[in-house]
């Protein structure tokens, strides 16, 4: 069991790694999974926008690409985050940079886990269950939890 996060070609260091990584794995475990091997890769829009054209044939900048490789109840993958979108996406909503980095993890960690944001019923699921999460998450680092 590992969760790893890399940075690719961007100064951006996440606060709180080892605190962050121990909500994964709880998160994780919510869902009745267990943690395996998962890597989180910050990096570029540019590296990003290749990966979604090559991977998911969608021509468009995101903030984040999940790829799943868990084996039933053992999940394993890797999310891909851009730091150039996480950053405009922590103005547009006026948070702090760490904490839309965390809540893009969350929201990888989530399609890991089964949840989807396809449709407008599924997405509204998925951010409640961020929004959950992050709520949790500010008590755990606060070490209220």
Known sequence: MSINIYY?????RLKEEDKL??????????????TGELNFIFTRDRY???????????????DVIAFDYSEESLLNGEV???????????????CDLNTE???VM????????GLNDID???????QKEEERFM???RKWLLNEF
């Not at 690719?8 to 951006?12: A, E, M």
Request: with cysteine; proline share 1%; charged share 35%.
């Open 8 to 12: 690719d070609r961007t100064r951006f």
């Open 21 to 34: 990584k121990k909500f994964i794995i709880r998160v994780i475990a919510e869902y009745k999974r267990r």
């Open 135 to 137: 709520a949790l998450l």
């Open 106 to 113: 969350l929201h990888g960690v989530l399609h890991l886990c």
């Open 120 to 126: 407008p019923e599924d997405r509204e699921v998925m």
């Open 48 to 62: 990003l926008i290749e990966i979604n054209r090559e991977f998911l044939n969608h021509d468009y900048f995101t």
């Open 80 to 94: 891909y985050i851009s730091i150039d979108t996480v950053k405009r996406n922590s103005k547009k909503y006026e």
């Open 101 to 103: 980095a965390s809540r």
